[in-house]
């Protein structure tokens, strides 16, 4: 059986959460990712605006990913992407993007690979 602690009992224990608690606070999605047994594998988060998506995935505080997804209207595709590094970093990263059309902001869109599927 889970028991339930606070917020604050989880950011004593585990300080690296502060930053997925700035992105809840700051209106993103969460959704729990769950293997076939019901058994939590990971969060996947996730802001959408007009122009782009950005979407973290954690598996653990040195397990994630991180992607700024373009909206079809304004060229579609991957324009950022990174992975592997520890929680802090990635959410800091993915934070500091500037806006679409803003300088620095990525425009490089990632082709992708061809899906293989057994």
């Known amino acids: 059986m889970n028991t339930l602690i ?4 989880a ?4 300080p690296e959460l502060q930053q997925l608690v700035h992105v809840r606070r700051a209106g993103w999605n969460f959704r729990v ?10 969060l996947a988060a996730s802001m ?9 995935f954690i598996f653990d505080r040195t397990n994630v990913s991180a992607v700024r997804l373009l909206a079809d209207e304004y060229g579609g595709g991957c324009v950022w ?24 902001a990525p425009t490089l869109v990632t082709k992708s690979r061809l899906l293989w599927t057994p």
């Open 11 to 14: 950011l004593r224990e585990y």
């Open 81 to 104: 992407k990174k992975s592997g590094a520890h929680l802090q970093e990635i959410v800091t990263d993915l934070l500091g993007l500037p806006e679409p059309g803003e300088s620095g």
């Open 33 to 42: 990712i769950e293997d076939d047994a019901h058994r939590l594998t990971g």
């Open 48 to 56: 959408n605006r007009k122009q782009y998506t950005d979407a973290l």
């Open 6 to 9: 606070t917020e604050a009992d």
